[in-house]
């Protein structure tokens, strides 16, 4: 019994004596201050460059396409990823917010910007040119910019533009659709939605009755 205490007590004195140098280790290990000067280097730059082709993680890029909207050197004409009803409403906000100052909201050139003294008119989106220009182009536009138009690379993140440019051809198609391209049974010129209680007043929002109550339709 007095064995084990002793036994015991000796192996409680080494963990101390252990754990405590193992402390101090961490305490006085050699380190360098955030950018402090450092002898062990010939620049003397403590902080070191990165090593040549880092790639910081999430951001390899291996989807050129979804970066630059070219194959090889051309604009291609397809969307990176499906397009949803999330993507094209979360395109005409951007659209709204970033394009629209000077290519108005419905793309035809006549923003805000341009009527104040903005060197040029953007071209409508609306001319056969740019109908017919791939999505790819679109996406171009933005990452690079066009003529006196900087681009948007930095306030506008690669998905976001993407979404744009599928706003974009949506834009184009509402503006320039034939009978062919209107779902069947819908009536064209599509009716007004029909609306609960409309006072027209502008003081509050008109809310839009739910369509499968007919009965909303007989109240004044
Ligand atoms: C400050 C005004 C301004 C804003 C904001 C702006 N543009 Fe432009 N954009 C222009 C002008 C001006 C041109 C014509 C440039 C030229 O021909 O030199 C142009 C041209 C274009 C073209 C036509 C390129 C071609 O092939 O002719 C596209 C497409 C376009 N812009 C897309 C966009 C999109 C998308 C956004 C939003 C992310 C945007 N622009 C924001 C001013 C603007």
């Given at each position: 019994m007095v064995r084990l205490r002793q036994v015991s007590f000796a192996a409680a004195l080494a963990a101390v004596g252990l754990l405590s140098a193992c402390r101090l280790d961490m305490q006085v290990q050699p380190r360098l201050n955030p950018l402090a000067e450092s002898n062990f280097f010939a620049d003397h730059r403590g902080a070191r460059p990165l090593v040549e082709g880092t790639v910081a993680r999430g951001?390899?890029?291996?989807d050129t396409y979804f970066y630059t909207g070219k194959i090889g050197n051309n604009d291609g004409d397809y969307m990176p990823f499906p397009i949803t009803k999330e993507v094209l409403e979360r395109g005409r906000e951007r659209f709204d917010i970033y394009c629209s100052p000077c290519h108005s909201p419905l793309g035809d050139g006549n923003g805000f910007i341009p009527t104040r003294g903005f060197s040029r008119r953007p071209p409508s989106y609306h001319i056969p040119r740019l109908q017919k220009a791939p999505l790819g182009h679109f996406f171009d536009v933005m990452t690079n910019g066009f003529g006196i138009m900087l681009d948007y690379s930095s306030q506008v993140t690669p998905r976001d533009r993407w979404a744009i440019v599928a706003y974009i051809r949506a834009l184009q198609l509402s503006q320039d659709a034939i009978r062919a391209d209107v779902p069947a049974g819908q009536a064209i010129p599509s009716r007004p939605p029909k609306m609960k209680g409309v006072d027209a007043s502008g003081a509050t929002l008109p809310i839009v009755a739910p369509a499968s109550t007919p009965k909303l339709e007989e109240q004044p």
């Amino acid at each position: 019994m007095v064995r084990l205490r002793q036994v015991s007590f000796a192996a409680a004195l080494a963990a101390v004596g252990l754990l405590s140098a193992c402390r101090l280790d961490m305490q006085v290990q050699p380190r360098l201050n955030p950018l402090a000067e450092s002898n062990f280097f010939a620049d003397h730059r403590g902080a070191r460059p990165l090593v040549e082709g880092t790639v910081a993680r999430g951001d390899l890029r291996a989807d050129t396409y979804f970066y630059t909207g070219k194959i090889g050197n051309n604009d291609g004409d397809y969307m990176p990823f499906p397009i949803t009803k999330e993507v094209l409403e979360r395109g005409r906000e951007r659209f709204d917010i970033y394009c629209s100052p000077c290519h108005s909201p419905l793309g035809d050139g006549n923003g805000f910007i341009p009527t104040r003294g903005f060197s040029r008119r953007p071209p409508s989106y609306h001319i056969p040119r740019l109908q017919k220009a791939p999505l790819g182009h679109f996406f171009d536009v933005m990452t690079n910019g066009f003529g006196i138009m900087l681009d948007y690379s930095s306030q506008v993140t690669p998905r976001d533009r993407w979404a744009i440019v599928a706003y974009i051809r949506a834009l184009q198609l509402s503006q320039d659709a034939i009978r062919a391209d209107v779902p069947a049974g819908q009536a064209i010129p599509s009716r007004p939605p029909k609306m609960k209680g409309v006072d027209a007043s502008g003081a509050t929002l008109p809310i839009v009755a739910p369509a499968s109550t007919p009965k909303l339709e007989e109240q004044p």
